[in-house]
């Protein structure tokens, strides 16, 4: 079973974006490192806030994505080159593409091995992720709220295992630091109120407000939080082996 966010398409940009100046830095470091690959992969695609401006770029650029509204908006923004496909089950020969990237997508897929071994047939040398985190996670609204919930007898996993867990596991993943910048504590608590995230889809309502007011107690006064970027370089040949082993 695959999550579809076909549900949060018409807010997902506003909801999972990054200021303007982070998406400009995030960009800059994801072109100079598929320096030299010409034909790209983008699992995941969505709204295609990445593929688009890789295009715009002069790389050849395909993106998959499960949900049909996300590629709607992806459509609307510009983007060329779309599939409607589960990353399970990818519509290509092996090897056809030089790199691949997977952006926040493997964590909504039960087969998630599965997919990882699809984006390795597929491609030849590299997988690129990335990975945005906080040493203060515990601490922020969305940690704080998955540890409400749990206290208060609720529990969700998410059905797959996310891109930024595969470095860990996976010995030659290099990882370059993109930049740092602030989150508003109000705007995040802001989003976890309208239930934007995947995580947060199934809680009960009544659950959903006594917590929600719980966190704004908790956060009352607290402005903002940092939060690191990264991006992660995979090697295939590392997928291989970690999948088989």
């Known amino acids: 079973m695959s999550i579809s966010l076909d549900s ?14 982070v998406m400009n830095k995030i960009l800059k470091t994801l072109k100079e490192e598929l320096e030299g690959y010409e034909r790209i992969l983008d699992v995941g695609v969505g ?48 090897s056809i593409f030089d790199a691949s990237i997977s952006i926040g997508t493997l964590h909504l897929i039960a087969e998630w091995k599965s997919a990882l071994r699809e984006i390795a047939r597929v491609t030849i040398e590299s997988v690129f992720t990335i990975h945005y985190s906080t040493h203060e996670y515990g601490t922020t609204p969305s940690g704080v ?11 969700y996993r998410h059905p797959g295992l996310g891109e930024w867990k595969l470095k860990e596991v996976i010995k030659s993943a290099k990882s370059r630091f993109v930049t740092s910048y602030n989150i508003s504590t109000s705007e995040r608590i802001a989003l976890l109120s309208e239930k934007v995230f995947s995580y947060q889809w199934n809680v009960p ?11 704004r107690k908790i956060f009352a006064g607290k402005k903002k939080y940092t939060t690191n970027v990264y ?15």
Request: proline fraction near 3%.
């Open 8 to 21: 949060v398409a018409e807010v997902f940009d506003r909801t999972r974006g990054f200021p303007h100046h």
């Open 47 to 94: 709204t295609g806030r990445f593929s688009k401006p890789l295009q715009d770029a002069g790389f050849e650029v395909v993106g998959v994505d499960i949900s049909k509204k996300m590629l709607g908006k992806a459509c609307e923004r510009g983007t060329e080159d779309l599939i409607v496909s589960d990353a399970s089950s990818l519509p290509f020969q092996d």
């Open 145 to 155: 709220y998955k540890e409400l919930v749990e206290k208060h007898g609720y529990s």
């Open 205 to 215: 309502e009544d659950l959903h407000e006594k917590v929600m007011e719980e966190l």
């Open 231 to 245: 991006v992660h370089r995979l090697d295939i040949n590392e997928i291989k082996d970690y999948l088989e082993s």
